[in-house]
């Protein structure tokens, strides 16, 4: 069973992931796609 505080960790979790592939989506619609790599390496490396 979850303890109270890891379900919470997990929706926050769950919604950033929801929240970063909408943006992604968004963003890869918006730019061609030689401009997602960058912003990708530049998310991981932070």
Do not use: D, F, Q, R
């Not at 769950?14 to 990708?40: F, H, Q, V």
């Amino acid at each position: 069973m979850m303890k109270p505080s890891s379900y919470s960790t997990l929706t926050m979790v769950t919604c950033l992931i929801y929240s970063m592939s909408k943006w992604i989506s968004t963003y890869s619609e918006l730019l061609p796609s030689i401009g997602i790599p960058p912003i990708a390496t530049s998310l991981l490396g932070k």
